[in-house]
């Protein structure tokens, strides 16, 4: 499959430039990206010794950078690369990059991008700049990573413990290549491939005990279609990659969207699940209601994911997160927007480090946000 797939997309790549000629195209580049901040009001209570409660303020922003150009056939040929302006814990300062070919064919990307299964899938309706199914909430309370001495969850990012957006074995924008069918009445389908899970260049030993799992195939589907005043959007997904060297089983994730719409209003939810890893195997959901009216937008979202706890993997032991999220939001021009959220955070873990069943690394709190976003 892995040799097909790069061989077919080899000749369509140079059937389609090969027949352009691109001498006389103007070269565009588009300059644009975003700027969030949030101001919260947190209340924490989290492992003895510890406080975060208090007022502090949230900020995250990109300039992303879009050249493109268009041949004598059609086609278009463009790039996207997203400069962050808070590398933060990860290090990167490039969040993304990649090139894409557009055409009546579809859409080819190549780059460090997420798989097509995420890329397709439908979640809850959100109108916060914050998000319940996402791990964006650990800037206000530190249910991940540690805090008092004590470790609280692992796998909110790309996991099944902070969203139904999953990247199997918790890749994130490897270097893939993935294609998109045109929309044909409301379908549409990807496929993506990567050699394995890291967003650099280099050869990989299939055979060496250290290496991550390699070979990630990722498929999925969305379908949107109104029957009168109902507007139907569902999404569906599969990934599988070959596992780490010498354990038993590979990798896999699937899940699944709906949003169904009527009126201004919007009620859906997501599926998602990990399986056939060491300590990320779990599952997520999400469901919510949204409503619009003009400018302004109103959401409430539930969230709750699950997985292993990654100290206590030996026993099978489980560490869950609740999240809940109303939000309302007053979009001023298409360029800025003013939000409001309050959210109640609930992490649990079956047995704290020591592997006693007594609570001691559990953390809650609520947030109170008052945010804006623009957009340029």
């Known amino acids: 499959m892995k040799n097909s797939l790069l061989c077919t997309t080899a000749v369509a790549i140079v059937g389609f430039t090969g ?7 103007a070269l565009e580049v588009k300059v644009g990206g975003f700027y ?3 101001l919260s009001f947190t209340s924490v209570d989290g492992p003895a010794g510890t406080d975060f409660d208090g007022a502090d ?8 950078f879009k050249p493109s150009l268009t041949l004598d056939n059609g086609i278009k040929i463009g790039a ?3 400069l962050e302006a808070d590398s933060g814990a990860n290090g990167d300062q ?4 990649f090139i894409t070919i557009t055409g009546n064919f579809g859409q080819l990307v190549i780059g460090s991008e997420n798989s097509a299964g995420y890329k397709l899938t439908k979640s809850a309706p959100d109108v916060s700049l914050i998000f319940a199914n996402s791990s964006s909430l650990t800037a206000f309370i ?3 990573g540690a805090a008092g001495g004590v470790n609280t969850g692992d796998d909110f990012f790309r996991g099944t413990l902070g969203t139904t957006f999953l990247e199997n074995a918790r890749n994130n924008d490897a270097n893939r290549i993935t294609y998109f069918t045109p929309k044909f009445a409301g379908f549409k389908a990807g496929i993506s491939y990567a050699r394995d899970g890291g967003e650099g260049s280099g050869p990989v030993d299939n055979n060496a005990v250290a290496t991550g799992p390699t070979d990630f195939v990722d498929i999925g589907a969305s379908y949107d279609h109104s029957f009168g005043g109902l507007d139907l959007g569902l999404s569906a997904r599969y990934g599988i990659a070959s596992g780490t060297a010498g354990t038993p089983n590979d990798p896999e994730i699937w899940g699944g969207g709906i949003n169904l719409g009527w009126n201004g209003f919007t009620i859906g939810g997501s599926y998602a699940e990990q399986d056939g890893t060491p300590t990320d195997d779990g599952r997520s959901y999400d469901v919510g209601i949204g409503y619009s009216n003009g400018p302004w ?8 994911g699950e997985n292993i706890d990654d100290e206590n993997a030996i026993t099978n032991s489980r560490e869950e997160l609740d999240i809940l999220i109303a939000a309302a939001t007053y979009t001023v021009n298409k360029n800025f927007k003013v939000s409001a959220f309050l959210a109640d955070v609930d992490f649990t873990e079956q047995l704290n480090d020591a592997g006693v069943a007594n609570g001691s690394d559990d953390v809650s709190g609520t947030v109170l946000g008052l945010g804006a976003k623009f957009s340029f």
């Open 19 to 25: 027949a352009a000629n691109a001498a006389d195209n």
């Open 36 to 38: 969030n901040a949030i």
């Open 57 to 64: 303020v949230f900020t995250n922003a990109e300039i992303i």
């Open 80 to 82: 996207e690369i997203q």
């Open 94 to 97: 490039i969040d993304e990059s």
């Open 142 to 144: 530190p249910f991940s």
């Open 297 to 304: 937008g109103y959401s409430l979202t539930y969230f709750n």
